[in-house]
C-alpha cells in the first residue's frame, strides 16, 4: 500500500482519501463538498500546471477542482491500482 | 407580514434551486430583485390556494457550516427571518451529498419538504431511486421534481399548500452514535433553559456547538463554555479527532445509509456522451480551443447582433427630434428638456440595449450549461499570475454584462484578500455600457481593429494592476471549486431570465438616463459645459491631447458611462459619431480612457456598500491613475 498525497497520486486510478492536513475551514469545505476521509476517489487530471481535477466515486458526486497547493494537503493510499 | 406565509428554498450549489424558483414564479403576482445571481437572495410572491406565499430563493449551501459569504447569507436568513417551510432541493444525481445537508436541516427542525429534484438526470447516470421509501424514513413529504421540464412542480406547489395549512408539527430526530449523541444530548440539556429569539432548536446547536461554535447563539454559548469545552475535549479523546470531523464523519454515514436505503446504482459499461465531451472541455490543452471558440462566438454574436439592432433602432430614435427641433428659437428651456429625453431614449434603446439584450440571454444560456466553471478551471493558472484564482473569473465574465451584479457575484469567493482584489478589478472590465461605446465607435471610425486594440489595452491593463496590488495583498489562497455536471440549457428558461433582466433594465435605468440627460441638457442650456471642460482640460488637453470639449462628458459618465459618446456627439454639435472632429487615433486614446476611468455611480454605491469605504477610494484613485497611465502611453505611441 502506498501513501502519498494527492499531486504525486496517479491519474485514473481509484485512490483513498485517508486524511486532510488542513486548517478547520479547509478541511470543513472539502469534506462538504465531497473530499471525505474514508471514501475513493479518482484523480482526473494528468499534466503537471492547473488545478487537479477529482471526483468522488463512492458518493458518485460532480467533480471537484482543487489547486495544487490544497491537494498536496491530502493525504491518499492506494494498493496496486486499487484502494486500500 | 402577519397575513403572508414565508417558504425558503434552500439546497446545495447546482441542484437546481434557482430553476424551481423561476418555474414557481412564473405562478406570480410578483417579482422583485430578479438578480441572476445565486449569490443573492432572490424573491417572488406566488399564489398557492388563493393565499399569498412569499418564496426566498436562497444562496446554495454545501453545509449549514456558512464559509463563504452566500453562505453566510443563507444561513442569517435561516437564523432570522420568519420562515413557515421549508423546501429543500435535493439533487438526486448526488443523492448522498445532498442528503448531508437535508440531515442538518433536519436538526434545524422547521417544517420542511424535499424537493426530489433532477430525478431524470439521476436515471441518466444510472441511479434508480425510490422517493416513497425516502418520505417513509425521514417521514417528510418528498416531491419528485424534474424543474427542467417543470415536471413535479404542481405536486410540490399542493405539497407546500398542505403544509403551510395543516402545520408539520413534527420532523424526525436522526440519532448519531453512541458517544456523539451522548455528547450532544448533555449540550442540550444544558441549552434547555435558554430561550434564543433566532431560528434553530437546541439539539441543532447542541451539535453545532461542537461542530461550528462560531455559529451558536451567544447567550447559549455563555452560560456553557466550559461545559461543552470540557465535552468537546472528551470526545476528541475518545475519538483521536477533532469534535467537527466526527459530526461530519456522522452525518456522511447517515446520508450514505439513506442513500443505500432508497436508491440503487445500475453500472453500466460505457462512457456517457457528456462525460466523453465533458473531459475534451476541460482537457489541460485540448480545452483551450473550445474555450478560444467559445470568446469569438461569444463577443463576435454580441457585436453583430449589437450593430445589426442598433441601426434598426437608430431609424425610429433619429426621427424623434423632427417632433421638437421647431421649438429651438423660441422656447429653449423646453428644447433642451425634450432634447434630453432623447439622448436618454437614444442612450438606454439606441445605444446599450442593442448589446445588453445578445449578451444577458447568451449570459443565460452559458450559465446553464455549466461552462462557466470549466472555464474558470481552465484559466485558474493565468489568474494565479495576477495574484487571483480561476473563481473571480465567473464575476470577470459577469462583469460583461454589468459590474454592479459581478460585484454581488464576488460573494462566492470565500478569501477576503481574493474578494478585494477581485473588486477592484472588476471596473475595468468593459461592461456593456462601456462595451456599446468601444463597439459603436469601432463601427462609426475606428473599425474592428480599433475594438480589438481596446480590448487587448484592458486585459494587459487588468493583468498589471492584478499583479502589483496583489504584491502588496500577502499571498494567494487555494482554488476548491465543483465542476456541475454539463446540462442542456433549457430555451424557456434563458428566455424568461432574459426577459426579467431586460425589464429590470427598462425599469430602472431608462429612467435613470432620461432624467439624468434632462438634467445634463439643463447644464448645458445654463452653460456649465464651458466650466466643467476647463476644469478638465489639464488632464484631457495638456495630458492627453484630446479636444477640450470631451472634458464635461466625464462628468456625465460618471452617471452612466454610455452617456459619454450621446454627450460628446452633442458638445460637438454633431448629430453622428463619424462627425466627431477627431482623428482615429484621438479616439482610440479618448475610449481607452473611459473604458478604464473612474466607476461608475452605481458601481461606486454597491461597492461601498459591499466592501467599505476603504476598498472604494482605492478603487475610485487606481481607476483615475490607471486610465491616465494608460491613455497617455497609447497617445505616446500612437500620436
Known amino acids: ?84 | 407580514m402577519a397575513n403572508r406565509y414565508e417558504i425558503a428554498l434552500v439546497g446545495q450549489p447546482n441542484a437546481g434551486k434557482s430553476t424551481i424558483f423561476n418555474v414557481l414564479s412564473d405562478i406570480k403576482t410578483h417579482v422583485s430583485n430578479f438578480s441572476g445571481t445565486s449569490v443573492d437572495i432572490a424573491h417572488s410572491d406566488i399564489n398557492v390556494n388563493g393565499r399569498t406565499v412569499h418564496i426566498a430563493d436562497l444562496p446554495g449551501v454545501y453545509s449549514l457550516n456558512p464559509g463563504d459569504e452566500a453562505e453566510k447569507v443563507t444561513f442569517k436568513y435561516l437564523q432570522e427571518e420568519h420562515i413557515d417551510l421549508i423546501v429543500n432541493v435535493v439533487d438526486a444525481s448526488m443523492l448522498s451529498r445532498s442528503l448531508e445537508l437535508t440531515v442538518e436541516l433536519l436538526e434545524f427542525n422547521l417544517p420542511i419538504v424535499i424537493a426530489l429534484n433532477m430525478v431524470d438526470e439521476a436515471e441518466r447516470k444510472g441511479v434508480k431511486l425510490y422517493p416513497e421509501k425516502l418520505e417513509k424514513l425521514l417521514n417528510i413529504p418528498v416531491i419528485p421534481t424534474s424543474a427542467l421540464y417543470g415536471k413535479g412542480i404542481k405536486e410540490l406547489v399542493e405539497a407546500c399548500g398542505r403544509l403551510l395549512v395543516h402545520k408539520q408539527e413534527e420532523r424526525p430526530v436522526i440519532p448519531f452514535t453512541s458517544h456523539v449523541e451522548k455528547s450532544i444530548l448533555k449540550i442540550e440539556e444544558c441549552f434547555k433553559n435558554i430561550k434564543s429569539s433566532m431560528n434553530g432548536s437546541h439539539r441543532f446547536y447542541a451539535i453545532k456547538a461542537l461542530e461550528t461554535p462560531a455559529v451558536v447563539p451567544p447567550e447559549m454559548l455563555d452560560c456553557s463554555t466550559q461545559t461543552v469545552q470540557k465535552i468537546r475535549e472528551n470526545l476528541e479523546k475518545l475519538h483521536h479527532k477533532d469534535a467537527h470531523e466526527s459530526i461530519s464523519y456522522e452525518r456522511h454515514h447517515l446520508a450514505m445509509k439513506l442513500m443505500e436505503d432508497t436508491s440503487h446504482f445500475i453500472d453500466r459499461k460505457t462512457v456517457p456522451l457528456r462525460e466523453r465531451i465533458d473531459r475534451y472541455l476541460l482537457h489541460p490543452i485540448l480545452g483551450y480551443f473550445p474555450l478560444i471558440a467559445f470568446f469569438l462566438v461569444f463577443f463576435g454574436t454580441i457585436y453583430f447582433t449589437g450593430t445589426l439592432l442598433e441601426s434598426l433602432a437608430a431609424i425610429f430614435i433619429d426621427k424623434i427630434p423632427l417632433l421638437y427641433n421647431g421649438l429651438k428659437p423660441s422656447q429653449p428651456l423646453l428644447w433642451h428638456t425634450l432634447e434630453g429625453i432623447h439622448q436618454g431614449i437614444d442612450g438606454a434603446v439606441g445605444i446599450v440595449l442593442p448589446y445588453f439584450f445578445p449578451l444577458i440571454f447568451l449570459t443565460s444560456i452559458f450559465e446553464d450549461t455549466g461552462y462557466l466553471s470549466r472555464i474558470a478551471f481552465l484559466m485558474d493558472g493565468l489568474m494565479h499570475r495576477i495574484g487571483l484564482h480561476g473563481k473571480s473569473v465567473a464575476p470577470f465574465i459577469l462583469g460583461f454584462g454589468c459590474t454592479v451584479p459581478a460585484l454581488y457575484g464576488v460573494r462566492i469567493i470565500e478569501n477576503k484578500r481574493e474578494r478585494e482584489l477581485t473588486a477592484m478589478l472588476l471596473p475595468f472590465i468593459p461592461c456593456t455600457a462601456r462595451t456599446s461605446i468601444i463597439l459603436a465607435t469601432a463601427a462609426a471610425m475606428t473599425g474592428p481593429l480599433g475594438a480589438l486594440l481596446i480590448y487587448a489595452i484592458v486585459i494587459l491593463v487588468i493583468g498589471i494592476t492584478g499583479k502589483t496590488l496583489s504584491l502588496f495583498m500577502g499571498k494567494p489562497t487555494g482554488l476548491i471549486m465543483e465542476i456541475p455536471d454539463l446540462k442542456v440549457p433549457s430555451l424557456k428558461v434563458s428566455i424568461n431570465k432574459t426577459w426579467y433582466k431586460m425589464k429590470d433594465f427598462l425599469k430602472f435605468a431608462v429612467v435613470f438616463l432620461v432624467l439624468g440627460s434632462i438634467l445634463m441638457s439643463w447644464l448645458e442650456y445654463a452653460s456649465v459645459n464651458a466650466f466643467l471642460d476647463r476644469l478638465f482640460a489639464p488632464l484631457v488637453t495638456s495630458f492627453l491631447g484630446l479636444n477640450e470639449k470631451l472634458g464635461s462628458t466625464l462628468i456625465y459618465g460618471f452617471f452612466r458611462k454610455e452617456l459619454v459618446l450621446v454627450m460628446s456627439q452633442s458638445a460637438f454639435g454633431v448629430k453622428e459619431l463619424s462627425a466627431i472632429p477627431m482623428t482615429k487615433d484621438q479616439m482610440l486614446v479618448f475610449i481607452l480612457f473611459v473604458t478604464l476611468y473612474f466607476p461608475c455611480f452605481s458601481t461606486f454605491v454597491v461597492m461601498w456598500k459591499e466592501f467599505g469605504k476603504r476598498v472604494v477610494l482605492i478603487s475610485s484613485i487606481l481607476s483615475v491613475g490607471v486610465a491616465a497611465a494608460a491613455a497617455f502611453i497609447l497617445k505616446l505611441v500612437l500620436i
Open chain 1, 1 to 84: 500500500m502506498v501513501h502519498i498525497n494527492l499531486v504525486e497520486a496517479p491519474a485514473d486510478t481509484e485512490l483513498e482519501v485517508l486524511e486532510i492536513n488542513a486548517n478547520e475551514a479547509i478541511k470543513k469545505r472539502l469534506i462538504s463538498m465531497g473530499i471525505h476521509p474514508g471514501d475513493n476517489v479518482i484523480k482526473y487530471t494528468t499534466a503537471p500546471w492547473g488545478p487537479l481535477l477529482v471526483k468522488n466515486t463512492t458518493l458518485n458526486s460532480s467533480k471537484i477542482a482543487i489547486c495544487r497547493a490544497l491537494a498536496s494537503a491530502i493525504q491518499i493510499g492506494y494498493n496496486n491500482g486499487k484502494p486500500v
